[in-house]
């Protein structure tokens, strides 16, 4: 009974701050208004110009015992406080925190570099007729209801479990040594057609038309365990490159890029789930990941190592912690074949060994790398190391998206063009300017003397492709990076806008960046690129390159290409 007064006299109360609110009640300032109900005063609700929030009422027990109801103090309109936060109250009188001066610089100008966005994004909406993807802050005001949820793209082929599917899980296949895998079969891939021209102003021109495919073949045996297998038929290695099937508009030939290599071919698994019988209770240390095989290997960012497919075996250890880390991992590589150097050459007789570790903390991810490269060539050995921080830093407007990179090469029989003693400072800046789904990055490095890496693949090209649009290589054809993106004594930086449209199914990348040399040979480069890419439908994508660099002591050198981009 007296829990059911409790709950009648609450509801009179929100009906008085109601009639309050809206003017059918009138009271001054520190007036009330007072009922009673069964001969107790329900209450009282002082209207007072303060951020005060007052307790709710005590409540009383299961024997029924009286509940005492005080007065109800509403800081506002109606509002209600939670017994178990303490109360905060508002000082006037203290200050708020004034943002240092460094933020205050930083943010203003990392602002001043984000002025441009706007006046793009309304001269390209006006050339393209597109509409400029941008948040909304209000509130429709009237319901859209459940919207339709697109049909999931297939793969080419599925078998058994489909890839993201809904639906049961089989009962699979139990294996003595406790693991269950329900098998299934995956088929699918890219495809990559497109036309480019490029003119560098040092002999190099042509025009063409390559193609590229990347198949791969997956064997699904349990979440943790799979055998990937994978051919790209149109392109094969030569060396330090990759021949495309293409045609070169200039010479009028056709180029032979066929092929039946294995570009992967590794099996990655769990031991602790393929033995599980060994560890019932999941409570030792047997949650081992490995991988053998000819894979595809990426440390720093790419700026370590960047092989597309290396013979290596690797072991990890997952999901340690403590002092203040909240997950470490662990890599061991080997290395036995097909290492590339930082040429982009083969090496049959080199090996790698190396030690990777990523660290999650509070506010940063840490990575600390270590490599050796072994060759009884005359390329020579070398010892690698990489310390790189991710995080986000909150400025005074903005939050910024950062990485900071410290690389260094040391060789151990002097330097040769695969192993040079050098260091790269890199870093990486983005942010999304106020009122926009947009993006700005400003990317920077500087390279002091011969930078090397211990493997990069023939497509890789130079450890600066991370840089942006104008140090990457399409990685399709002949058509190369821009500008040079080896890291070998010099300094630059890029800096780009990637603005959306029509819902983010359309995007523009607008950049301009440049390096130059720290040792006096007068190879300074500067350039300014864009990238428009659309998606047509859930499969086809339709892109568009072009950039325009200048050397010192060269002309202006052109580029464009278009591609069709199809994932299956």
């Given at each position: 009974?007296?829990?059911?007064?409790?709950?009648?006299?609450?509801?009179?109360?929100?009906?008085?701050?109601?009639?309050?609110?809206?003017?059918?009640?009138?009271?001054?300032a520190t007036g009330q208004v007072g009922e009673t109900f069964a001969g107790?005063?329900?209450?009282?609700?002082?209207?007072?110009?303060?951020?005060?929030?007052?307790?709710?009422?005590?409540?009383?027990?299961?024997?029924?015992?009286n509940v005492d109801f005080p007065a109800v103090d509403y800081g506002g309109?109606?509002?209600?406080?939670?017994?178990?936060?303490?109360?905060?109250?508002?000082?006037?009188?203290?200050?708020?925190?004034?943002?240092?001066?460094?933020?205050?610089?930083?943010?203003?100008?990392?602002?001043?570099?984000?002025?441009?966005?706007?006046?793009?994004?309304?001269?390209?909406?006006?050339?393209?007729?597109?509409?400029?993807?941008?948040?909304?802050?209000?509130?429709?005001?009237?319901?859209?209801?459940?919207?339709?949820?697109?049909?999931?793209?297939?793969?080419?082929?599925?078998?058994?479990?489909?890839?993201?599917?809904?639906?049961?899980?089989?009962?699979?296949?139990?294996?003595?040594?406790?693991?269950?895998?329900?098998?299934?079969?995956?088929?699918?891939?890219?495809?990559?057609?497109?036309?480019?021209?490029?003119?560098?102003?040092?002999?190099?021109?042509?025009?063409?038309?390559?193609?590229?495919?990347?198949?791969?073949?997956?064997?699904?045996?349990?979440?943790?365990?799979?055998?990937?297998?994978?051919?790209?038929?149109?392109?094969?290695?030569?060396?330090?490159?990759?021949?495309?099937?293409?045609?070169?508009?200039?010479?009028?030939?056709?180029?032979?890029?066929?092929?039946?290599?294995?570009?992967?071919?590794?099996?990655?698994?769990?031991?602790?789930?393929?033995?599980?019988?060994?560890?019932?209770?999941?409570s030792g240390t047997l949650d081992y990941g490995f991988s053998v095989g000819?894979?595809?290997?990426?440390?720093?960012?790419?700026?370590?190592?960047?092989?597309?497919?290396?013979?290596?075996?690797?072991?990890?250890?997952?999901?340690?912690?403590?002092?203040?880390?909240?997950?470490?991992?662990?890599?061991?590589?080997?290395?036995?074949?097909?290492?590339?150097?930082?040429?982009?050459?083969?090496?049959?007789?080199?090996?790698?060994?190396?030690?990777?570790?990523?660290?999650?903390?509070?506010?940063?991810?840490?990575?600390?790398?270590?490599?050796?490269?072994?060759?009884?060539?005359?390329?020579?050995?070398?010892?690698?190391?990489?310390?790189?921080?991710?995080?986000?830093?909150?400025?005074?407007?903005?939050?910024?998206?950062?990485?900071?990179?410290?690389?260094?090469?040391?060789?151990?029989?002097?330097?040769?063009?695969?192993?040079?003693?050098?260091?790269?400072?890199?870093?990486?800046?983005?942010?999304?300017?106020?009122?926009?789904?947009?993006?700005?990055?400003?990317?920077?490095?500087?390279?002091?003397?011969?930078?090397?890496?211990?493997?990069?693949?023939?497509?890789?090209?130079?450890?600066?492709?991370?840089?942006?649009?104008?140090?990457?290589?399409?990685?399709?054809?002949?058509?190369?990076?821009?500008?040079?993106?080896?890291?070998?004594?010099?300094?630059?930086?890029?800096?780009?806008?990637?603005?959306?449209?029509?819902?983010?199914?359309?995007?523009?990348?607008?950049?301009?960046?440049?390096?130059?040399?720290?040792?006096?040979?007068?190879?300074?480069?500067?350039?300014?690129?864009?990238?428009?890419?659309?998606?047509?439908?859930?499969?086809?994508?339709?892109?568009?390159?072009?950039?325009?660099?200048?050397?010192?002591?060269?002309?202006?050198?052109?580029?464009?290409?278009?591609?069709?981009?199809?994932?299956?």
């Amino acid at each position: 009974m007296k829990q059911h007064l409790l709950n009648m006299r609450l509801s009179l109360l929100a009906a008085a701050a109601i009639l309050l609110e809206l003017g059918l009640v009138g009271t001054s300032a520190t007036g009330q208004v007072g009922e009673t109900f069964a001969g107790e005063t329900a209450g009282r609700v002082h209207i007072e110009f303060s951020n005060d929030l007052p307790p709710l009422p005590d409540g009383g027990d299961d024997a029924g015992q009286n509940v005492d109801f005080p007065a109800v103090d509403y800081g506002g309109y109606g509002s209600v406080c939670s017994p178990f936060a303490d109360r905060i109250e508002h000082d006037a009188c203290v200050p708020e925190e004034e943002p240092s001066l460094c933020w205050k610089l930083g943010d203003g100008f990392f602002d001043a570099l984000s002025a441009p966005v706007e006046p793009l994004a309304d001269c390209i909406s006006r050339l393209s007729g597109s509409e400029h993807y941008a948040p909304e802050s209000p509130l429709d005001n009237y319901a859209i209801g459940l919207q339709p949820i697109p049909d999931r793209p297939r793969l080419a082929i599925e078998t058994h479990e489909k890839f993201l599917a809904p639906g049961f899980l089989e009962q699979g296949i139990r294996l003595p040594s406790g693991a269950i895998w329900r098998p299934a079969f995956w088929v699918f891939g890219t495809y990559r057609t497109g036309i480019s021209y490029q003119d560098n102003r040092a002999g190099a021109k042509f025009t063409e038309w390559a193609n590229r495919l990347d198949l791969f073949g997956q064997l699904n045996l349990s979440g943790t365990e799979r055998l990937l297998v994978g051919l790209r038929p149109l392109d094969k290695e030569r060396g330090n490159r990759r021949t495309f099937a293409s045609y070169d508009f200039r010479s009028g030939d056709w180029i032979d890029g066929a092929n039946s290599d294995l570009q992967t071919f590794f099996f990655e698994g769990d031991f602790g789930e393929i033995f599980p019988n060994l560890d019932p209770y999941d409570s030792g240390t047997l949650d081992y990941g490995f991988s053998v095989g000819r894979q595809p290997m990426s440390f720093q960012q790419g700026l370590l190592v960047n092989e597309d497919l290396i013979d290596a075996v690797t072991v990890t250890r997952n999901t340690l912690f403590g002092g203040g880390n909240l997950n470490l991992r662990i890599t061991g590589v080997y290395a036995h074949r097909e290492v590339h150097r930082n040429n982009n050459q083969p090496d049959p007789d080199a090996q790698l060994i190396g030690l990777f570790t990523e660290s999650d903390f509070a506010n940063s991810t840490v990575n600390a790398d270590v490599a050796y490269v072994n060759s009884q060539t005359n390329l020579g050995d070398l010892v690698t190391f990489g310390l790189s921080a991710i995080q986000r830093l909150r400025g005074f407007h903005n939050t910024y998206n950062t990485s900071f990179h410290l690389l260094a090469s040391f060789p151990t029989e002097g330097e040769t063009v695969a192993s040079g003693q050098g260091e790269l400072l890199f870093s990486q800046i983005s942010w999304t300017p106020h009122h926009s789904n947009d993006l700005v990055y400003l990317n920077g490095f500087w390279a002091i003397d011969q930078f090397t890496s211990p493997a990069r693949g023939p497509l890789a090209g130079g450890p600066l492709g991370q840089t942006g649009i104008l140090f990457a290589a399409a990685g399709l054809g002949r058509f190369g990076a821009p500008l040079n993106n080896q890291a070998s004594n010099a300094v630059g930086s890029s800096l780009g806008y990637q603005l959306f449209f029509d819902e983010t199914r359309k995007q523009v990348v607008l950049e301009v960046g440049g390096r130059t040399d720290t040792n006096g040979i007068d190879a300074g480069e500067i350039g300014i690129g864009t990238r428009c890419q659309t998606a047509l439908d859930q499969h086809w994508i339709f892109l568009v390159d072009g950039f325009a660099t200048k050397r010192e002591g060269r002309g202006v050198a052109p580029g464009c290409r278009v591609e069709l981009l199809a994932k299956f």
